[in-house]
């Protein structure tokens, strides 16, 4: 069974950094795109950053530059490295697994850690 779970979410103000993790089981870690999206109340669902399994990286013109995303095989861990937070970027964060390539279908989700940035 593929399970998901994020922790690491939490409140901070402006400018401050938080580090997403996802633990992830049941899978292919290292054969499948690995994603972060996220929901702020009131918006529809957005990606954020994605990892291919050759490790290659997207983000969202939002995030470029302030957040890195990152996997350590070892560990079937994915990361979110988020600086210079802003208070849009309030949201609930998701940990996805994509079927295959960050191309192709999303799988799996995990249940989401919150994310709340102050001004």
């Known amino acids: 069974v593929v399970r998901l779970v994020e922790s690491g979410g939490g409140s901070v103000q402006a400018g401050g950094s938080l580090t997403l993790s996802c633990a992830a089981s049941?899978?292919?870690?290292?054969?499948?795109?690995l994603g972060w999206f996220r929901q702020a109340p009131g918006k529809e669902r957005e990606g954020v950053a994605d990892?291919?399994?050759?490790?290659?990286?997207t983000y969202a013109d939002s995030v470029k530059g302030r957040f890195t995303i990152s996997k350590d095989g070892a560990k079937n861990e994915l990361y979110l490295q988020m600086n210079s937070l802003k208070p849009e970027d309030t949201a609930k964060y998701y940990c996805?697994?994509?079927?295959?390539?960050?191309?192709?279908?999303?799988?799996?989700w995990g249940q989401g850690t919150l994310v709340t940035v102050s001004s």
């Open positions: 996805v697994a994509y079927e295959l390539d960050c191309q192709g279908d999303l799988g799996a």
């Open positions: 049941g899978f292919t870690f290292r054969a499948q795109c």
């Open positions: 990892i291919d399994a050759d490790g290659s990286t």
